[in-house]
């Protein structure tokens, strides 16, 4: 059901050596161009052909009436509705702690340089849609925006044949509950091709977030300067690296709850214990058959993207993990705290038995929009800062620029670029007098 990888005694770089899945992000963005040029050209004509072509519905309109939101959230069922509610609590309740405050320093008498942090204009913000629904990123993706304080919010999540040719209601719930009624009924990379380039209602986004398909990933690829993006996301994916102090079973469950997204999802178990390796088999083998989702699971477990990698100890097994660079990373060993602490890639971390995955998809109140694919080797998940620019402001009085003077122009004269110098000459001479007055 699961491969096993044996790492023991091999040196080295194990990168490509680790189970990953294939994606050619390449072919699909040369895939999605027209769709985005499309997009650009014909705006909301061409997201309504689109959206009946991939998502099999006619729409009137792309825009979600408020009726609609408000009926969704009013037809909730209350025990979704207080999960939802308790999701957005202990989400803003962390990110509120991320917020940056300016900064001035002093850096010469009469000279200062202010950080000053500027929230994005207006972001457009993707919900996926297809095997499962996904209010829990409504939340993820609304709850840091706001908190950055971002002048204008929008979401976007494909259409549903089953619900009208709108976007699944316990989704549009969530956007009532954060106060979002800006909403489209458009999916894939033509949404990213929406926020992009404005179309009817929508108009331009600075930035667009949130996690997605390949198409998704292509368009963003593709637009990224266009517009500002938070990450390609890819496939979902978990190591775990556990000890034989490990309990089997919360192993097992918890490769399966990640299998469950997708028949491409990564489920990765890294261990120095072969008898927890068999154990972990032994509960995959009972558990998979018995789970709702067991063919994608069993699709997902079996592909080359997962696998059991057996490592000499502890110490290589950091070693294998941090150069995987997990999206989601369980550390469940002796001393798990301590373990944890030593690991340096990974988009989020989760320690011992009673910190699962799962706990951090909805309530853990940590972000669930995390970097795939390895991306954690340098980039984070999305948070208060992805909404917010960093702006430095110079400040500096004409003594202060005198007294650096000669240093600016002998750099800019190394650099053969004198005007540079001359524009400091022009205010306080050449060597820090007073230059002409105007």
Same mark, same amino acid.
């Given at each position: 059901?699961?491969?096993?990888?044996?790492?023991?005694?091999?040196?080295?770089?194990?990168?490509?050596?680790?189970?990953?899945?294939?994606?050619?992000?390449?072919?699909?963005?040369?895939?999605?161009?027209?769709?985005?040029?499309?997009?650009?050209?014909?705006?909301?004509?061409?997201?309504?052909?689109?959206?009946?072509? *991939?998502?099999?519905?006619?729409?009137?309109?792309?825009?979600?009436?408020?009726?609609?939101?408000?009926?969704?959230?009013?037809?909730?069922?209350?025990?979704?509705?207080?999960?939802?509610?308790?999701?957005?609590?202990?989400?803003?309740?962390?990110?509120?702690?991320q917020?940056?405050?300016?900064?001035?320093?002093?850096?010469?008498?009469?000279?200062?340089?202010?950080?000053?942090?500027?929230?994005?204009?207006?972001?457009?913000?993707?919900?996926?849609?297809?095997?499962?629904?996904?209010?829990?990123?409504v939340?993820?993706?609304?709850?840091?925006?706001?908190?950055?304080?971002?002048?204008?919010?929008?979401?976007?999540?494909p259409?549903?044949?089953?619900?009208?040719?709108?976007?699944?209601?316990?989704v549009?719930?969530?956007?009532?509950?954060?106060?979002?009624?800006?909403?489209?009924?458009?999916?894939?990379?033509?949404?990213?091709?929406?926020?992009?380039?404005?179309?009817?209602?929508?108009?331009?986004?600075?930035?667009v977030?949130?996690?997605?398909?390949i198409?998704?990933?292509?368009?963003?690829?593709?637009?990224?300067?266009?517009i500002?993006?938070?990450?390609?996301?890819?496939?979902?994916?978990?190591?775990?690296?556990?000890?034989?102090?490990?309990?089997?079973?919360?192993?097992?469950?918890?490769?399966?709850?990640?299998?469950?997204?997708?028949?491409?999802?990564?489920?990765?178990?890294?261990?120095?214990?072969?008898?927890?390796?068999?154990?972990?088999?032994?509960?995959?083998?009972?558990?998979?058959?018995?789970?709702?989702?067991?063919e994608?699971?069993?699709?997902?477990?079996?592909?080359?993207?997962?696998?059991?990698?057996?490592?000499?100890?502890?110490?290589?097994?950091?070693?294998?993990?941090?150069?995987?660079?997990?999206?989601h990373?369980?550390?469940?060993?002796?001393?798990?705290?301590?373990?944890?602490?030593?690991?340096?890639?990974?988009?989020?971390?989760?320690?011992?038995? *009673?910190?699962?995955?799962?706990?951090?998809?909805?309530?853990?109140?940590?972000?669930?929009?995390?970097?795939?694919?390895?991306?954690a080797?340098?980039?984070?998940?999305?948070?208060?800062?992805?909404?917010?620019?960093?702006?430095?402001?110079?400040?500096?009085?004409?003594?202060?620029?005198?007294?650096?003077?000669?240093?600016?122009?002998?750099?800019?004269?190394?650099?053969?670029?004198?005007?540079?110098?001359?524009?400091?000459?022009?205010?306080?001479?050449?060597?820090?007098?007073?230059?002409?007055?105007?």
């Open positions: 059901m699961i491969s096993r990888i044996d790492l023991r005694g091999t040196p080295g770089d194990p990168r490509d050596l680790l189970p990953r899945a294939e994606l050619d992000i390449e072919a699909a963005t040369e895939k999605v161009r027209p769709i985005c040029d499309d997009v650009r050209h014909r705006g909301v004509e061409a997201l309504i052909d689109l959206t009946e072509r *991939f998502d099999g519905v006619r729409l009137a309109d792309i825009r979600v009436p408020r009726a609609a939101i408000d009926s969704a959230l009013a037809e909730l069922d209350p025990a979704v509705r207080a999960g939802l509610e308790e999701s957005i609590r202990r989400a803003r309740k962390v990110h509120a702690d917020r940056r405050s300016d900064t001035v320093t002093h850096v010469v008498p009469g000279g200062t340089v202010t950080e000053r942090w500027v929230p994005v204009g207006r972001v457009g913000l993707y919900v996926p849609g297809g095997r499962a629904v996904y209010p829990s990123s939340v993820m993706n609304v709850v840091p925006a706001q908190e950055a304080g971002a002048g204008s919010l929008a979401v976007a999540s259409p549903q044949a089953d619900f009208g040719g709108l976007p699944h209601p316990t549009l719930a969530a956007c009532a509950l954060l106060g979002i009624d800006e909403v489209y009924a458009v999916g894939g990379a033509q949404a990213v091709a929406m926020f992009a380039y404005g179309a009817g209602e929508c108009a331009r986004a600075d930035m977030t949130g996690p997605g398909n198409w998704v990933a292509a368009a963003k690829r593709l637009l990224k300067g266009v500002g993006i938070d990450a390609e996301a890819g496939p979902t994916e978990i190591a775990i690296l556990a000890d034989d102090t490990a309990d089997a079973g919360y192993v097992a469950a918890d490769l399966i709850s990640q299998a469950e997204h997708d028949v491409i999802a990564a489920s990765v178990l890294v261990t120095p214990s072969v008898a927890l390796a068999e154990r972990v088999e032994a509960e995959l083998a009972d558990r998979v058959p018995a789970t709702k989702h067991s994608r699971v069993a699709a997902a477990l079996g592909g080359r993207q997962s696998g059991i990698v057996l490592v000499d100890d502890l110490d290589h097994g950091l070693a294998v993990v941090d150069a995987y660079a997990a999206e990373l369980e550390v469940m060993t002796a001393d798990a705290s301590a373990v944890a602490a030593r690991v340096r890639n990974a988009g989020a971390v989760f320690v011992g038995d *009673f910190a699962p995955v799962s706990l951090g998809d909805y309530c853990a109140g940590s972000n669930h929009v995390l970097p795939t694919g390895g991306s080797h340098h980039s984070s998940g999305l948070s208060v800062q992805t909404f917010l620019r960093g702006i430095h402001v110079v400040e500096y009085d004409r003594a202060a620029l005198a007294e650096v003077a000669p240093s600016v122009v002998a750099l800019a004269e190394a650099e053969d670029l004198p005007a540079h110098g001359e524009a400091v000459s022009a205010r306080v001479g050449r060597t820090g007098g007073e230059g002409t007055a105007r």
